[in-house]
C-alpha cells in the first residue's frame, strides 16, 4: 500500500526520474541502503523503487507507528519500527533478519536520521551507524546503495518552511532524482563495511545530484 501511495503521491509533487549503474540488480534478500536528507525522501525512494519492480520492507523511526492508521499500515504490512535509546532497539535488528531471511528487500537508512541544516541544499551522507553492518555480518545480504537528490526542494528546514514546501511543491513541481547503484558484498570488520556502505551511498548520491545539476556534486 506504501508503495502505491508514494506512486500517486510522488509525480502530484515533484518530477522523478531514476537511473541505475550497469548490472544492477534488486534480488530477494537484499538491503537498500539509501541517503536520508528530508522527511519527504522516503516516498520518493520508494516511488523509485517501485518503477524498478521492487517494494521493500522500511526500517522507519517508531513515532510513526503512533500516527493513525498510518501505523496500522506500517504494522500490517511489516515494516519495522527502529526505537533509539530504548530497550525495545535490539527487536528491530533483530525483525530486519527476519525479513532478509524471508526473501524480503529492506529499506534502511543507516545515517539514522536527519540533517540539522535549515537549508535546501544538497550534502554528501553523513557519518553512518552500525546497523546496516551488523545486518550484513548477521545474514551475509546484498547492499543496494541508492542515492536520491532533490527531496530537500519539496520539504526542509523549520517546522513553519516544511509546511510550506508540501503545500507550493505541487505548484513548484521541482525535479528529483534516485540513482540505484550495483549490488556489492560488505567485507572486512564493522569499521570497513561501514566505510565501504557509506562510500557507495554517496557515489550514488553524486549522481542523482549531479544529474540535477547540484553545486554540491559537480564541485566534488
Not at 517494494?55 to 501505523?71: C, D, K, S, Y
Amino acid at each position: 500500500m506504501l508503495s502505491r501511495i508514494a506512486d500517486i503521491l510522488v509525480p502530484a509533487v515533484g518530477r522523478l526520474s531514476v537511473t541505475t549503474d550497469p548490472g544492477t540488480a534488486l534480488a530477494p534478500g537484499s538491503i537498500i541502503a539509501a541517503n536520508h536528507t528530508s522527511l519527504a525522501d522516503p516516498a520518493i525512494v520508494i516511488a523509485a523503487l517501485r518503477r524498478l519492480g521492487a517494494e521493500p520492507v522500511i526500517m522507519a523511526t517508531a513515532g510513526l507507528w503512533r500516527v493513525p492508521l498510518l501505523g496500522r499500515s506500517l504494522l500490517r504490512e511489516g515494516h519495522i519500527p527502529v526505537y533509539r535509546k530504548d530497550h525495545r532497539a535490539a527487536a528491530a535488528l533483530d525483525g530486519a533478519v527476519e525479513a532478509l531471511k524471508e526473501g524480503r528487500m529492506l529499506l534502511i537508512y543507516a545515517e539514522g536520521g536527519l540533517p540539522r541544516r535549515r537549508d535546501a541544499a544538497e550534502a554528501a551522507p553523513e557519518a553512518f551507524r552500525s546497523g546496516l553492518s551488523r545486518l550484513v555480518e548477521r545474514t551475509g545480504a546484498p547492499v543496494v546503495p541508492v542515492g536520491q537528490a532533490g527531496a530537500r526542494r519539496v520539504t526542509s528546514g523549520s517546522t513553519a518552511k516544511q509546511l510550506l514546501g508540501l503545500a507550493t511543491a505541487p505548484m513548484r513541481r521541482p525535479d528529483l532524482h534516485v540513482h540505484v547503484g550495483a549490488p556489492l558484498e560488505l567485507t572486512g570488520d564493522h569499521t570497513a563495511r561501514t566505510a565501504l556502505a557509506r562510500s557507495a551511498v554517496t557515489a550514488a548520491w553524486r549522481t542523482a545530484a549531479a544529474h540535477l545539476g547540484e553545486p554540491a556534486a559537480l564541485a566534488a
